[in-house]
């Protein structure tokens, strides 16, 4: 297997841990995931302040929430403790 192959195995498979670990809905609004809307997945802490793509820093979120979350990510979501460096 490639390494690009590898790496899209392992984004798949995280993707997957992270829609299962919060019964495939938003995060914000609960909606579903569906065939006609995909959900998201959202760096809790962002990447470019030292988060990870890791099963802890990801949350699924409805294109319409994670929009509304980038506009203003700090006062919308909460960041757990010992995210936050």
Do not use: Y
């Amino acid at each position: 297997m490639s390494h690009n192959n590898q790496l899209r195995h392992q984004a798949h498979s995280l993707r997957k841990q992270v829609l299962e670990r919060h019964d495939h809905r938003c995060f914000c609004c609960g909606v579903p995931e569906n065939q006609k809307e995909r959900l998201q997945l959202h760096h809790i802490l962002p990447i470019a302040r030292g988060g990870m793509s890791t099963l802890d820093n990801l949350i699924p979120l409805c294109p319409s929430c994670h929009a509304k979350i980038h506009k203003d990510w700090e006062r919308k979501l909460p960041i757990p403790e010992g995210l936050m460096k």
